[in-house]
């Protein structure tokens, strides 16, 4: 198995539970839970496949990911409510998941031979879009958006990582483990020290 699969079999466990989790604080059934983690799971990379042409699409080629999201979806169904604090566990899986999908992304755009602007692009597509459809669909404020957090800058940060990593000739598992590092740990830095970009105020009108 590749790497790159590897990543991707990683990234679609992780946000499968990130997506039973925020199922569980809709209180869905369980088609609703293996709905919203599939979902979840697979959205950032779809979406990825589709914009780089690859075929067929990662877990049409592999359904074996759509059995892991469903196998994550039940775990959860029976096991949320053994969890003190089901969003703390929601914020921290997803940040690692993020992370490695951010990597996934990226990886497929360099074995492909894009430049480093879509290199970039698809490394956030495909670590942001997954989590933003889970918590559009379930009415949740998206992590994505959320006003106070890194997130999004957190995985343009760890896709630059990976594009200036391969410039300087660093091998692929290098490159990819720096990606996710360097997302993972300004994503933590933000959870746990508040770590932020200026946000906009805006300013009564001119006179």
């Known amino acids: 198995m590749s790497g790159l699969a590897l990543l991707d079999y990683a990234s679609v466990l992780i946000f499968a539970l990130t997506g039973a989790l925020v199922a569980s604080r809709a209180q869905l059934d369980l088609v609703g839970f293996a709905f919203i983690a599939c979902l979840t799971a697979v959205?950032?990379?779809?979406?990825?496949d589709l914009l780089l042409d690859r075929h067929p699409i990662f877990w049409v080629g592999q359904p074996d990911y759509i059995l892991i999201a469903v196998a994550a979806a039940v775990l959860v169904f029976f096991t949320a409510h053994l969890m003190e604090s089901r969003y703390n566990w929601l914020v921290w899986l997803d940040s690692f998941a993020l992370s490695i999908a951010v990597a996934a992304g990226t990886g497929a755009a360099l074995s492909l031979g894009q430049s480093g602007v879509?290199?970039?692009?698809?490394?956030?597509?495909?670590?942001?879009?997954?989590?933003?459809?889970?918590?559009?669909?379930?009415n949740e404020?998206?992590?994505?958006?959320?006003?106070?957090?890194?997130?999004?800058?957190?995985?343009?940060?760890?896709a630059l990582t990976a594009v200036l990593a391969t410039k300087l000739g660093l091998e692929s598992l290098s490159v990819l483990g720096l990606c996710a590092a360097v997302c993972w740990a300004l994503?933590?830095?933000?959870?746990?020290?508040?770590?932020?970009?200026?946000?906009?105020?805006?300013?009564?009108p001119r006179q």
């Open 187 to 204: 994503r933590a830095g933000s959870l746990l020290f508040g770590w932020q970009l200026p946000v906009y105020k805006g300013r009564p």
């Open 141 to 158: 404020v998206p992590l994505v958006l959320k006003q106070g957090e890194l997130y999004v800058s957190c995985a343009l940060a760890g």
């Open 43 to 48: 959205g950032g990379g779809t979406v990825r």
């Open 118 to 138: 879509i290199v970039v692009l698809m490394g956030v597509s495909t670590g942001c879009l997954g989590g933003l459809m889970r918590d559009v669909v379930c």
